[in-house]
């Protein structure tokens, strides 16, 4: 899970996206239409046959009865489509941290999906976000991080502003019917939640100042009051492939401490286990225990009195202790694959302790090497035959349960669109 309360937590024919004929005329004023690029994708097929397997999980049963999603949520590629689709590119979804964009003509890109991104701040500070892709013949535009006062296409030189519009179109002398307000890069609804920055794929025109609402609903106020905010240092920035579904690594996460004393002795001999306990929100679970050792230093140092560890729907874990916040981004690569990006954040008043950060880090990264192992092996599981399904333990594994009705409400809805 992190460096203190870790819980790192069918091969059928391939999702090939169908595009719907558009006008001549939509694709010209493209920038403007953010939205057509994931309406424009068909499920096809594979949408019944994703429904098929969505409906062999009943998140009416009581978690006392259920059991788990079968293996095909994590194995099957054409249900990864579709969560690409009915999930990661709809609602709000965190790419990364506002100390990459906090300066002017400051940016970052990523990917999420088959969707690359660039998020950056214009000359006059103003926060932007745009599909990385040149209108021209579609090559990727930025790459990496770092401050521009432009974007230059490294194919045919075509230049962007930092406010997405078209600056400069390299040998088109010639062409026809060609509009320079046409082709600026298409826009993407971008907004930040205390040091987080979040995008929407699905819907340019939100009103970004109720991203606390749509993003957390009534577990935001219980977030800010409890230490998460931006009032903490960023420290670093540490990522890691793992060769599991992207769900693996969550539910590992959401098992309520389970695995703890199992996995991570060292990190258990510093818990309350008695003191454990899963708050259900929305689309927000949060976990919390207390440090076995009051206010020793050797405790403090690594948790503190007490840690909270907040889940949010999807893949996003926030984890504050002691003086230390580190967040988990669990960003999907395949049905068998994920990256989980890990910023660290610490107290203004330990952010020069070299040593002590060191020495915290060095902790974390223990932790997270014994969760890949527990993650990894897992997946090679559910690609047996012999298992299908499993069962939940009822009085740890509530956040878990949840997790898996929200996947199954989201995406059920979504057929019925």
């Not at 502003?161 to 078209?166: F, I, P, S």
């Amino acid at each position: 899970m992190h460096m203190q309360m870790a819980a790192l937590t069918m091969q059928l024919t391939p999702f090939i996206p169908k595009l719907r004929p558009q006008p001549h005329s939509n694709y010209l004023n493209f920038h403007n239409k953010t939205t057509a690029i994931i309406a424009s994708c068909s499920l096809g097929n594979s949408s019944s046959e994703s429904e098929v397997l969505l409906s062999q999980f009943n998140p009416k049963i009581p978690i006392e009865e259920a059991v788990t999603p079968p293996t095909s949520w994590y194995t099957h590629p054409s249900f990864f489509q579709l969560e690409l689709h009915r999930i990661f590119y709809r609602g709000w979804q965190v790419v990364g941290s506002a100390e990459q964009i906090k300066d002017p003509n400051s940016f970052f890109t990523g990917r999420l999906g088959d969707v690359e991104f660039v998020v950056c701040r214009d000359e006059s500070g103003k926060l932007e976000a745009f599909h990385n892709v040149c209108r021209h013949h579609a090559s990727l535009l930025a790459s990496g991080s770092g401050h521009k006062s432009c974007f230059v296409c490294p194919y045919h030189g075509w230049t962007y502003g930092l406010n997405g519009a078209l600056l400069k179109a390299t040998r088109i002398s010639g062409m026809r019917n060609f509009n320079v307000k046409d082709f600026g890069l298409v826009p993407i609804q971008v907004s930040t939640w205390g040091p987080f920055v979040l995008l929407n794929l699905e819907n340019e025109s939100l009103d970004s100042t109720c991203v606390s609402e749509e993003w957390l609903g009534s577990s935001s106020e219980i977030l800010s009051t409890n230490g998460i905010d931006s009032s903490l240092s960023y420290v670093c920035r540490r990522e890691y492939t793992i060769e599991c579904n992207w769900k693996v690594f969550c539910d590992n996460y959401l098992d309520g401490g389970y695995h703890v004393p199992y996995a991570h002795k060292s990190l258990a001999s510093g818990l309350k286990f008695d003191s454990y306990s899963t708050t259900i929100f929305e689309k927000v679970s949060i976990q919390s225990c207390e440090g076995s050792s009051g206010e020793s230093k050797d405790n403090y140092d690594r948790l503190g009195r007490k840690a909270i560890y907040a889940f949010i729907y999807p893949n996003f874990m926030i984890n504050r202790y002691g003086p230390w916040m580190d967040t988990n981004l669990v960003l999907p690569l395949g049905p068998n694959k994920c990256q989980v990006v890990f910023d660290y954040y610490l107290e203004h008043s330990l952010k020069h302790d070299t040593d002590f950060i060191e020495l915290s880090l060095q902790d974390s990264e223990k932790v997270q090497i014994e969760d890949i192992v527990l993650c990894e092996g897992v997946q090679k599981g559910l690609r047996s035959p012999a298992y299908r399904v499993g069962r939940y333990a009822p009085k740890v594994e509530q956040a878990m349960h949840h997790f898996h009705c929200l996947l199954y409400e989201n995406l059920k809805n979504k057929f019925h669109d």
